[in-house]
């Protein structure tokens, strides 16, 4: 990984770089944050010539250090006006790295409706027309791109709903069975992609784990170490591999924090329904499968294969998308969740956004609350671009203005996931204070609130949750700049030989040696950086706040409100 | 005007109270700003119950004094998230001032769709059910009540727009021939009335010019002189009362300022198709008025009565709408315009941002330009909350994000009027940094930028327009707490005389013994109230420039853009 790919969607210019010195020990989160903070003008019009999108492995892609996968993708995001940092599996983050690209940077604008993709393969790069790719659903794009350049590419894509710029479209990735459902769908960065006319990149790599590695037996051990830490965890080497993350419905439901009918209750008498358990069940039934790697070398294997009753294959449901659709929306069937899911994938959206906007527009009175055919056909429209489509491809809270609504669950602009913070307040901390706007995965404080993951901070009090969140932020910041999945953090931060290992991992690969110390200093470097951007695009404490409804609605069944206020100005105090 | 009618939405209270001390010398925009940063929490949600309404008279209002029935309406706006006063003409500032009200502050928020009215009189103050007003257009709304409680009431009103609080909504006057058409149109504060349950505000008051004066024989002297000084005046003489203010059209055209096609060019060839002396010409034939005054007491009568073929009157067209819907959307078809200014009138939209919102769905390709008749259909969906009438109900900003335009003419989230700020850049420095969004009231460069009233400063050129912005908007702010309608300032700013005599008035009135140093320590208070509670709302010197395309495109015909960044943060540095 040294060298950088810069495309100029303007003049179609490709070009190769060296990587500059000082980005030399970056990667993912922190390399897509830094080129950000240097590159992009903070005030500038997200879908403008002056946004740019990278795509960035982190440090330990392409390696076979376990699950270390990710791909992250930043920018400046046209749903929060905020940087913009998400990352997503499957397997193009390994292929990337493996053709020694430590980031792909995706610079200009070209006249509208010229759609490109990018190849990029052992030979170099170019720029080729999109061609009949142009309209087409996720599923497509993939599949018409794996048979014309093999059934082994990586793809990086985006729907319809890029393509029209709407600001909750996402960048999707497939996994190795050609499932075009794995999304950096938080925060709109499809629309970039799409101001960009980039319709996808197809990455043709015949390696998968050969990246470079300094000491390669000190490698091999510690990834084998981190491997067994990762096994020997309830939550990474069990929990997750049996029911994926949906195993979280009814602990979360129980837990009294799941957000049910627009936030308004915290638990749904319908959650089994769409919980984990029950997805394993009619999953296996249907000849699909309860479990699922998204990448080649992951050891939870989270994931899982719905088929569906119309022959179509949702692969995965994740606790946030089943949330999202199911509770959130009063809806008990998971066939529905499971078709919405289907169509967040094909059409290019973010499921949690595509929820959180659906339960908005109910709360409207626009759909009924409980009736997933009305929200499948509402969604439906967004293919299409109806006006009905345009105001759910903008997300929860253009559409909510849109209404009136002032029950609008969000944080700069981006809806909140399945976890109520009046209940769960560590995450309500994080949802208000992340440069990010409202999202678990900044600072998941489910871990010490509700699953006693890493101590335990008790999830209705304010006591402890701003130096929950903190410290979390700061963890997943470094987490986010390896390529790790953020879940590896489950056994991280219950066994003290977790960030070490992570960190022997790093040393070995790059020669260095670095101190874990290292890693909360990476941690907080990248959040200052992230803060740095959003302050010079205008945002204040003002903005680090939970909308009002939190702080006068109290929350069946613990009836607790959310009161943290000026404290959470302390989240960023370091 | 000793007294504030306070009334709770809640628990529909209505309180009488006595006007604080430190609140005496306030009228008019000194009085709702400073009631907003006392009373409204600045990060609250504009809908909800946190945010407050207020009406307030001007501090000449309801005297013989020349042109001064400004009734100014105050809160948060739901559509630039900025405190907010918009003002209006009609019959309703004279007649809650000779009530002897200072102002109205309404508060609180009941269920939804539980709809009053606030009926005002000489006896008192009561909250009564909307009943069947409830849903009605202004035109009827207004005919209703002036059939139920006499035709000499003044009616304060919000159309279907507010009541679906949608982000544009205006607030409504009405004149005294009972033509619901007169706007505190700007910033969506209709949303708020509708937020409050507020259908309208009747006020039955046997007087117009009654309001006590401490010293009649003086005032009554400088009310006429103040009225010579208008009359004596080119613009507010002549100008004004012979075609109104679409006198303005060609005047603009001609300057190579009239944002035309989206602003995408100073210059439309149907210019003197929509201008004022076309309107003139059409409405006198048809049996309508070129001139006309909006309330009793007004030497300019700016204002016009055209009938249209379909049988409807439009009274009036003012330039700004004339522009909206004509020029900027490349329509040249003076019915058309004047169909889309009564649906605007009727259904509670500010022309100026529904004008831009057609603009900017026209740009997305949703409406083709130079369509009038589309652009009718188009508008009249908002009556019906369609999702259509529901982005073009939100304004320019939603509904340009909602289909990815960069080209969206606003500041923030407020749309620009009738002149292009590269080539009247006076205008432009006060669109990027009134406190109330893009606003041309707030700081009419166009005096001298075009018009040569109170020197000359180049349009096309920097030089001197931080400091002409920054005194016309300290003189505007001054003159809308005094309740005078701002075109006052034409001649004001020509006449040494002018400021002299304002002042004269307001002594004799009051008792007090101001100097025009005075006026200007008003202004800037007033100014820095509103900074103030924006600051608190998360506002910074980000927001306060112009959208990017202003800074890349140039305007023909004088082929410039607009360069202004930084020097735009000395306009607030007093």
Same mark, same amino acid.
């Given at each position: 990984?040294?060298?950088?790919?810069?495309?100029?969607?303007?003049?179609?210019e490709?070009?190769?770089e060296?990587v500059?010195?000082?980005?030399?020990?970056l990667?993912g989160?922190?390399?897509t944050?830094?080129?950000v903070?240097?590159?992009?003008?903070?005030?500038c019009?997200?879908?403008?010539?002056?946004?740019k999108?990278?795509?960035?492995?982190g440090?330990?892609?392409?390696?076979?250090?376990?699950s270390s996968?990710?791909?992250?993708v930043?920018g400046k995001?046209?749903?929060t006006?905020?940087?913009?940092?998400s990352?997503?599996?499957?397997?193009t983050?390994?292929?990337?790295?493996?053709?020694g690209?430590k980031?792909i940077?995706?610079?200009?604008?070209?006249a509208?409706?010229d759609?490109?993709?990018?190849?990029?393969?052992?030979?170099?790069?170019?720029?080729?027309p999109?061609?009949?790719?142009?309209?087409?659903?996720?599923?497509d794009?993939v599949?018409?791109?794996?048979e014309?350049?093999?059934?082994k590419v990586?793809?990086?894509?985006?729907?319809p709903?890029g393509?029209m710029?709407?600001?909750?479209?996402?960048?999707g990735t497939n996994?190795?069975?050609?499932n075009?459902?794995?999304y950096?769908?938080?925060g709109?960065?499809?629309?970039?992609?799409g101001s960009?006319g980039?319709?996808?990149?197809v990455?043709?790599?015949p390696?998968?784990?050969?990246?470079?590695v300094?000491?390669?037996?000190?490698f091999k051990?510690?990834?084998?170490k981190?491997?067994k830490?990762?096994?020997?965890?309830?939550?990474?080497?069990?929990?997750l591999?049996?029911?994926g993350?949906n195993?979280?419905?009814n602990?979360?439901?129980?837990a009294g924090?799941?957000?049910?009918?627009?936030f308004?209750?915290g638990?749904?008498?319908?959650a089994?329904e769409?919980s984990?358990?029950?997805?394993?069940?009619?999953?296996?039934? !249907? +000849?699909?499968?309860? =479990?699922h @790697?998204?990448? &080649?070398?992951?050891?939870m294997?989270c994931?899982?294969v719905?088929?569906m009753p119309?022959?179509?294959?949702?692969?995965?449901?994740?606790?946030?998308?089943?949330w999202?659709?199911?509770?959130?929306l009063?809806?008990?069937?998971?066939?529905?969740?499971a078709m919405?899911?289907?169509?967040?994938?094909?059409?290019?959206?973010?499921?949690?956004?595509?929820?959180?906007t659906?339960?908005?527009?109910m709360?409207?009175g626009v759909?009924?609350?409980g009736?997933g055919?009305?929200?499948?056909?509402a969604l439906?429209?967004?293919?299409?671009g109806?006006p009905?489509?345009?105001?759910?491809?903008a997300g929860a809270?253009?559409a909510?203005?849109?209404?009136g609504?002032?029950?609008?669950?969000?944080?700069?602009?981006?809806?909140?996931?399945?976890?109520d913070p009046?209940?769960? !307040? +560590?995450?309500?901390? =994080?949802? @208000?204070t992340? &440069?990010?706007g409202?999202?678990?995965?900044?600072?998941?404080?489910v871990?010490?609130?509700?699953?006693?993951?890493?101590g335990?901070v008790?999830?209705?009090?304010?006591?402890g949750q701003?130096?929950?969140?903190?410290?979390l932020q700061i963890?997943?910041?470094?987490v986010?700049?390896t390529?790790l999945?953020?879940?590896?953090?489950?056994a991280?931060?219950?066994n003290p030989e977790?960030?070490?290992t992570?960190?022997?991992m790093?040393?070995?690969?790059?020669?260095?040696?670095l101190?874990t110390?290292?890693?909360?200093?990476l941690?907080?470097?990248?959040?200052?950086?992230?803060?740095?951007?959003?302050?010079?695009a205008g945002?204040?404490?003002?903005?680090d706040?939970?909308?009002?409804f939190f702080y006068?609605?109290?929350?069946?069944?613990?009836?607790?409100m959310?009161?943290l206020?000026?404290e959470?100005?302390?989240?960023?105090n370091f």
């Open positions: 990984m040294d060298k950088i790919l810069r495309v100029n969607m303007t003049t179609k490709v070009k190769v060296p500059p010195e000082n980005y030399a020990a990667g989160r922190a390399l944050s830094q080129f903070l240097d590159e992009v003008v903070p005030t019009d997200p879908l403008g010539p002056l946004n999108l990278i795509y960035a492995p440090l330990l892609s392409g390696t076979s250090a376990p996968g990710r791909l992250s930043g995001s046209p749903l006006g905020t940087i913009k940092e990352n997503a599996g499957g397997i983050s390994q292929k990337i790295a493996n053709l690209y980031a940077i995706v610079e200009g604008k070209p509208a409706g759609f490109s993709i990018l190849k990029i393969t052992t030979e170099g790069a170019e720029l080729l999109a061609g009949d790719l142009a309209g087409k659903g996720g599923y794009t599949a018409m791109l794996r014309k350049y093999g059934q990586g793809v990086i894509f985006i729907g709903a393509e710029l709407m600001a909750n479209a996402g960048v996994d190795g069975d050609g075009a459902s794995r950096a769908g938080r709109g960065l499809g629309a970039v992609m960009k980039l319709k996808a990149i990455i043709d790599s390696s998968t784990f050969d990246v470079p300094k000491d390669p037996e000190k051990d510690a990834a084998k981190f491997a830490i990762l096994l020997d965890h309830p939550v990474c080497g069990q929990g591999p049996a029911y993350t195993v979280l419905m602990i979360i439901n129980e924090t799941l957000p049910t009918r627009n308004k209750f638990r749904f008498d319908k089994s769409v984990g358990e029950k997805l394993a069940e009619v999953a296996t039934a !249907r +000849g699909g499968k309860a =479990t @790697a998204c990448h &080649p070398g992951c050891v294997r994931s899982n719905y088929p119309n022959g179509k294959v949702c692969a995965p449901i994740e606790y946030e998308s089943a999202a659709f199911g509770p959130n009063e809806v008990g069937d998971l066939d529905d969740v919405m899911n289907w169509l967040c994938n094909d059409i290019g959206l973010d499921t949690i956004e595509a929820g959180a659906l339960g908005v527009l709360e409207a759909i009924p609350f009736d055919k009305a929200a499948i056909k439906e429209e967004v293919r299409t109806t009905l489509g345009r105001i759910i491809g809270t253009f909510g203005k849109l209404y609504v002032t029950r609008i669950p969000a944080v700069k602009g981006q809806a909140m996931p399945a976890y009046r209940s769960c !307040r +560590g995450n309500g901390v =994080t949802y @208000a992340t &440069p990010m409202a999202d678990h995965t900044a600072g998941y404080a871990t010490a609130n509700i699953l006693k993951v890493g335990y008790d999830a209705t009090k304010d006591e701003v130096d929950l969140s903190r410290n963890a997943t910041a470094a986010d700049a390529g999945c953020l879940f590896v953090a489950f991280v931060l219950d977790g960030l070490p992570v960190v022997e790093i040393n070995a690969m790059y020669g260095t040696s101190t110390d290292d890693v909360v200093v941690g907080k470097s990248i959040l200052k950086n992230e803060r740095e951007f959003n302050e010079k945002f204040t404490k003002a903005d706040r939970l909308p009002e006068n609605e109290e929350l069946p069944p613990h009836n607790t959310f009161t206020t000026t959470l100005d302390e989240v960023f």
